[in-house]
C-alpha cells in the first residue's frame, strides 16, 4: 500500500496561475482533508470531505477549490494563485471522522512558491 | 472559534533531558491526538485520548488528558537524537465531522 500520495512534490507558479494539486489514497478512507503549513502556524484545515461527491469548508478556504469525484482522490484547485499562497500542502485522510477517534494519515506534502 | 494553543514554540535540550510540550484549548474537546513531523517530514499520529484524566504511555514518551478535557501534555524522558521533530497536539469538539485543530507545534532540538 502507498498510503497517501501527493503530486507535484514542489511547484513554482507566478501570480494569477493557476493550477490543481492531486491527492490519493489507497486505504479505502472516507474522509480527506487538505491543509496548509506556514512557519510557526501549525497546520490550517483548508477543505475536507466526508465522502465520495461531498467537499466543505475549513479554517481558511478562500482562494481555493476541491473536488472528490472519486472516493480515492481528492483535489485541490487554485484558481489565481497569490504570493500569500506560498506555503506546503499536506493532504490527509481517515477512515472515519472524529466522534469514532480515527487518526489521520498524511501524505509527504506539496511545496508550492507563487512568485 | 476554537482555538489550541501549545507551548513552548521551540525547546532545546541536551540529549538525556526530559521534555514536555503543553497544550490548552480555549474549549472542551472530545478527544485529543498527537501527531510528531520529522524535519522535512509529515505529521505522523503518535495517540489519541479521548477519557477525562487519562494518561497513555509509549516507551519514554508519556500522553496526558487533563480532568476538564480543555488541556493534555506529550512528557518525554530521557531525550534521545531521535526524538528531533515538531511535536503538534490536535484538538476536536465532537461535532465536528473528523476535524482536528491543530496546535502551532513545539519543535524540540537534542544535542548530542
Known amino acids: 500500500n502507498a498510503g497517501v500520495t501527493q503530486t507535484p512534490k514542489f511547484r513554482v507558479l507566478k501570480t494569477g496561475q493557476s493550477m490543481t494539486l492531486l491527492c490519493a489514497q489507497d486505504?479505502?478512507?472516507?474522509?480527506m482533508y487538505w491543509y496548509r503549513q506556514d512557519p510557526g502556524m501549525g497546520l490550517r484545515l483548508i477543505h475536507y470531505?466526508?465522502?465520495?461527491?461531498?467537499?466543505a469548508k475549513g479554517e481558511v478556504p478562500d482562494g481555493y477549490n476541491v473536488s472528490r469525484l472519486k472516493k480515492q482522490n481528492f483535489l485541490l484547485g487554485l484558481e489565481s494563485a497569490a504570493p500569500s499562497q506560498t506555503s506546503v500542502y499536506f493532504c490527509?485522510?481517515?477512515?472515519?471522522?472524529?466522534?469514532?477517534?480515527?487518526?489521520?494519515?498524511f501524505g509527504p506534502g506539496t511545496r508550492l512558491t507563487v512568485l | 472559534g476554537q482555538q489550541v494553543m501549545q507551548i513552548p514554540q521551540y525547546q532545546h535540550v541536551q540529549e538525556g533531558e526530559d521534555f514536555t510540550t503543553y497544550c490548552n484549548s480555549s474549549?472542551?474537546?472530545?478527544?485529543i491526538q498527537w501527531y510528531k513531523q520529522r524535519p522535512g517530514g509529515h505529521p505522523v499520529f503518535l495517540i489519541q485520548?479521548?477519557?477525562?484524566?487519562e494518561v497513555k504511555k509509549q516507551k519514554r514518551l508519556t500522553f496526558q488528558f487533563g480532568e476538564a478535557k480543555k488541556n493534555s501534555s506529550l512528557h518525554i524522558t530521557a531525550t534521545q537524537t531521535t526524538d528531533v521533530g515538531t511535536y503538534f497536539c490536535?484538538?476536536?469538539?465532537?461535532?465536528?465531522?473528523?476535524?482536528?485543530?491543530f496546535g502551532k507545534g513545539t519543535k524540540l532540538s537534542v544535542k548530542p
Open positions: 490527509a485522510s481517515s477512515y472515519g471522522g472524529l466522534a469514532g477517534g480515527f487518526e489521520q494519515f
Open positions: 486505504m479505502n478512507h472516507e474522509y
Open positions: 470531505s466526508v465522502g465520495e461527491g461531498t467537499t
Open positions: 474549549t472542551t474537546l472530545s478527544n
Open positions: 485520548l479521548v477519557k477525562s484524566g
Open positions: 490536535a484538538g476536536g469538539n465532537g461535532g465536528s465531522q473528523g476535524n482536528l485543530i
